[in-house]
């Protein structure tokens, strides 16, 4: 991670089949597109890659998010259960359709703790959205049995693990339905887009037509289109979709890079006492994009994540990022929206102005992420496992 490490003469290729035709867009000019249908192709591609009947390809992670939201009917009054470590993208697209966000703790998997789930359900949750954070997954089996207890929706936002998998079935698949985003530095990249993928026809035709102004895409030209309901326009250009399809087709190397570099990290980090690491309730399923692990003391991440940096490495201490945990998320607790919200919910969000959340704190404080990277040599691999393990000795 990320794909754009890896960038070169096959995204150059997909791309200049759509700069020789000059047809940008995604749907239409049948006859001057000459054949060439990028993002079409991509759908088909992340399909058969991840075995889900359907891909709808949208213009961002957060405009995939906010489709499926909208597909699955969640609106004003509903609530939908989501972890307190994300990125901001998931909480906008549940205020985007007016629907209430409800936060709950992590536990050591990083996303939902099923066990926080369970307790916050009331009669208006409609959604659990566990977010499969840094590669890896969260605690399937539970959640989907959460789920199907209290007849909820199952949202995967697997935004950040595209190629990961559960028990053999790719994140983003298991739910009803899952998205992804493909924006600059995530695992493969479009330069910005996203895509949802469901195994529902139902969901996907919703979809479909959400991402492109409702338009049902069943008439002889786009003019002939009819429209059953308003959508929006989401949707991906012909030159992001070509930049894409150059990228899933290189998702297996990547994915083997970043497993056996992270293999040597983790191994090297292993050996030193006071050092846990993330549970993965399906190690194999792992995309490996990041390694997170774990420090006894909040103190000791943050000192470990300093020293990481002064030696030049990569380190996320999220409990003190602006971006992924909600401890610094002082306009999500104001709920400030530049619309009206509904007044239930602003009602509903004055709760996060004084809410603590000291489990989740004990985790993502005690949490340090590095990412791995695609393009370094076996030496530098080396090298950074040595300096790693240093720099959080020098913390302990
Ligand atoms: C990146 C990301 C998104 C949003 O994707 P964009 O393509 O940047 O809009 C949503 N959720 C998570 C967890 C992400 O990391």
């Not at 997954?137 to 693990?161: G, R, T, V, Y």
């Not at 056996?260 to 050092?275: C, E, Q, R, S, Y």
């Not at 990569?314 to 104001?334: G, M, S, T, V």
């Not at 695609?374 to 020098?394: C, F, M, N, T, Y």
């Amino acid at each position: 991670m990320p794909g754009y490490e890896l960038f070169g003469a096959e995204e150059r290729k997909e791309v200049n089949d759509v700069l020789e035709t000059g047809i940008m867009m995604r749907y239409g000019f049948d006859g001057p597109r000459k054949g060439i249908w990028k993002a079409k192709e991509l759908e088909q591609a992340i399909c058969d890659k991840l075995n889900v009947s359907h891909t709808q390809l949208a213009s961002s992670g957060t405009a995939a998010l906010t489709t499926a939201m909208a597909a699955l009917g969640l609106g004003a009054g509903d609530e939908i259960i989501m972890p307190t470590f994300t990125f901001v993208a998931s909480f906008e697209s549940v205020f985007s359709v007016g629907a209430t966000p409800v936060l709950v703790d992590v536990d050591d998997t990083l996303t939902l703790d099923p066990k926080a789930v369970e307790a916050a359900i009331t009669p208006r949750t409609k959604a659990v959205m566990p977010v499969h954070m840094c590669g890896a997954m969260a605690d399937l089996d539970a959640l989907q049995a959460i789920c199907k207890k209290h007849n909820l929706f199952l949202l995967e936002d697997a935004c950040q693990s595209f190629g990961a998998s559960y028990k053999g079935k790719a994140l983003g698949t298991i739910g009803d339905a899952g998205t992804f985003s493909f924006d600059f530095v995530k695992t493969i990249t479009c330069a910005e887009g996203g895509a949802i993928v469901t195994n529902n026809k139902d969901i996907y035709t919703k979809c479909d037509g959400y991402t492109d102004h409702g338009h049902d895409h069943l008439g002889v030209d786009r003019g002939a289109d009819l429209h059953p309901f308003i959508g929006y326009n989401y949707r991906i250009s012909e030159l992001h979709a070509a930049v894409g399809l150059a990228q899933v087709r290189k998702l297996d190397t990547f994915l083997e890079i970043q497993r056996k570099t992270k293999k040597i990290f983790k191994d090297a980090l292993a050996a030193v006492p006071g050092v846990t690491f993330r549970r993965l309730p399906d190690e194999a399923g792992d995309s490996a994009t990041f390694l997170s692990f774990f420090l006894p003391e909040t103190a000791q991440a943050a000192k470990a994540a300093a020293a990481m940096k002064a030696a030049g490495l990569a380190a996320f201490h999220y409990y003190d990022n602006n971006w992924h945990y909600i401890r610094q998320w002082q306009h999500f607790k104001e709920g400030a929206v530049l619309t009206p919200f509904a007044a239930g919910l602003k009602q509903a969000m004055e709760v996060y102005k004084t809410k603590e959340f000291p489990a989740s704190d004990a985790i993502i404080g005690r949490n340090i992420s590095t990412p791995i990277n695609l393009g370094w040599s076996d030496a530098e691999i080396q090298e950074r496992a040595a300096k790693l393990v240093q720099a959080v000795k020098s913390a302990l």
